[in-house]
């Protein structure tokens, strides 16, 4: 299999060709158990197609269209505001869950045993299948809730086609349970390069899920999202287990040289195929006719059509451990304040330094040539500027030679991070904390290996001080931090909209809000005039004329998307989510 060493995700083009003569007759949620079937290969070559369309990656050119997991959150602020947060979404007509790449799993869980081997020469594939359905049931439940539970294949005379909803709690069961087959099936060693599943892919993904389920049932409990019989202490005790075995595992390491101004800096690398922190990557390859334009508008030091926002900003410690409000006055000078960007990153959690270009930053190092970020480009038109004046450099590679930045055709070729080993630190200390029960000791093995890799102080449960500036000052000051470290460690790798949905923190981060950027000013524009920008009180506030009441997210109905017309037409058994006509 070196093959998929060279090609992931786009070559299975190329792979399926291979067996052009089944395609051609029986389209693959169609194929004649008597024609296929057969070989080890076959498996294979079925469960190939389901790596892009599970693990959905934009190669596009188009600057907030890279990062548009993150839309929905509050870190970025992209030059058109997105309809679930204006609250302007309405019940589409037809559309919406797709449950075709789920159907075809069905087919293949249900045929797989007529296969002429041992179970043991392709359990792997069997594994990958049940990953592939509990990956794509997640998907249906986080952005509708209850959905219909399908788990054999259906034709146009089966009563499944009109079941009504399953319970999500139930459905999340089901995904636990597939998860746990994955884990059984899949290898336990990486293998491919780290670009195929794995059982510590699967581990980190259960963990995920169980996290999210236990934090969504206790934060919506008694609201019009919440489940009957809530037990969210029973998924945060999963989320543990899974995490904690798989940080036992030994298999993966925080990525950390001793070089703390650049070892967070590890987003923008060709090859991940030996890097101790990434579970799963895409690996891409010209000369195979893979590639990506994403890093050209960073390389250039464009930011089209988004920024990061002041709340991000505001977030990052000081590198005395504490929150910017502690370490400014007369006693304390390390916060510099926001006038400038020279002066932001002064001082802060160096995590910010390697996430937001500054004036000086490398933009492309070639020989006898390093090209430097100047500015954001805030004065550019629409989808080409950048909205905040916090531009994010996260994902940049400095050799011209591997990401091709003067050109949008699909010719870059850096690799794209998909999970990493520090999720699993951050859902171990959250759910320790969840169930109340986190230990110093917890926190060492977890949070701490985060901080320590950007030379930042522990952070020590009797030691936290109170924020007055805390996003969620009802809960308590450890689970607060642990949301902060969140917050910071994986800002735009499109998580940010699920946490705020888990949290029900729509309330205190969204509705009736504006996202804020940077500060107007002479030193980093001065030849620009403040009158030609959208500001409050000198900060730019690229939404202002959009939203000029802020945000009009529905907190009885935005948590979860409208079922469309043509479904409940379709299936009378099924009911609409709450808050939509």
């Not at 500015?375 to 004046?389: M, Q, W």
């Not at 924020?467 to 998580?495: H, K, M, Q, T, Y």
Request: hydrophobic content about 35%; glycine content about 6%.
């Amino acid at each position: 299999m070196k093959f998929l060493n060279l090609i992931f995700f786009g070559f299975i083009i190329l792979s399926l060709t291979s067996c052009k003569e089944h395609l051609d007759r029986f389209p693959l949620d169609e194929i004649s158990t008597v024609d296929y079937w057969k070989t080890v290969n076959d498996l294979e070559l079925y469960v190939n197609q389901f790596y892009p369309t599970v693990f959905p990656v934009s190669g596009s050119d188009r600057y907030e269209f890279i990062f548009e997991e993150d839309r929905d959150g509050n870190d970025m602020a992209f030059a058109l505001a997105y309809p679930r947060l204006l609250g302007s979404r309405v019940v589409p007509g037809s559309g919406g869950w797709d449950y075709s790449s789920i159907r075809a799993l069905n087919i293949f869980l249900a045929n797989y045993q007529t296969v002429d081997a041992e179970f043991e020469d392709y359990q792997r594939f069997v594994g990958e299948a049940h990953f592939f359905r509990a990956k794509l049931y997640f998907d249906l439940v986080k952005e509708y809730g209850a959905v219909p539970l399908i788990t054999e294949p259906l034709n146009t005379n089966s009563e499944g086609l009109y079941a009504p909803r399953t319970p999500r709690n139930e459905v999340i069961d089901y995904i636990l349970s597939e998860l746990d087959l994955a884990i059984e099936y899949l290898p336990s060693e990486i293998t491919e390069d780290r670009t195929r599943l794995s059982r510590g892919i699967a581990l980190l993904f259960k963990s995920r899920v169980a996290l999210y389920e236990g934090t969504w049932e206790k934060y919506h409990a008694g609201s019009v999202f919440g489940v009957s019989n809530p037990d969210p202490d029973r998924y945060f005790s999963q989320a543990v287990e899974a995490s904690e075995t798989l940080i036992n595992s030994g298999a993966y390491s925080i990525h950390n040289t001793g070089n703390p101004d650049w070892d967070y800096f590890m987003f923008g690398e060709v090859d991940y195929s030996n890097h101790s922190e990434v579970l799963l990557w895409k690996k891409y390859d010209v000369s195979l006719g893979l590639g990506h334009a994403r890093m050209f508008q960073t390389a250039r030091g464009l930011s089209g059509g988004a920024g990061l926002t002041k709340s991000l900003i505001d977030s990052y410690l000081c590198t005395d451990g504490h929150p910017i409000f502690q370490s400014s006055g007369e006693k304390n000078v390390l916060y510099q304040g926001d006038d400038n960007l020279q002066l932001v990153v002064e001082n802060r959690d160096l995590r910010m330094k390697q996430t937001v270009f500054t004036p000086g930053f490398p933009l492309q190092i070639s020989e006898g040539d390093t090209t430097v970020f100047n500015r954001p480009v805030v004065e550019l038109p629409a989808h080409t500027k950048n909205t905040t004046g916090y531009q994010i450099c996260k994902t940049l590679n400095f050799d011209p030679v591997h990401h091709a930045s003067q050109t949008t055709s699909g010719v870059g070729y850096t690799g794209w991070v998909i999970m990493r080993y520090a999720e699993a630190l951050l859902i171990y200390a959250e759910a320790k904390a969840e169930l109340g029960i986190i230990t110093q000791n917890d926190l060492d093995k977890s949070i701490n290996l985060l901080r320590t890799r950007v030379s930042m102080p522990d952070l020590v449960i009797s030691e936290i001080q109170v924020d007055p500036n805390w996003d969620f000052p009802e809960l308590s000051p450890v689970i607060n931090e642990i949301r902060r470290e969140r917050r910071i460690e994986l800002v735009a790798e499109g998580f940010r909209w699920d946490d705020i949905a888990r949290w029900a923190a729509a309330d205190e981060l969204i509705t009736n809000q504006r996202p804020l950027g940077a500060k107007f000013n002479n030193v980093n524009y001065p030849n620009l005039s403040a009158e030609n920008f959208n500001l409050t009180d000198g900060y730019f506030d690229p939404l202002k004329d959009q939203l000029p009441n802020g945000y009009g997210f529905n907190l009885q109905r935005d948590y979860l998307s409208p079922v469309s017309t043509e479904e409940l037409t379709l299936n009378e058994a099924l009911t609409q989510n709450p808050g939509w006509c």
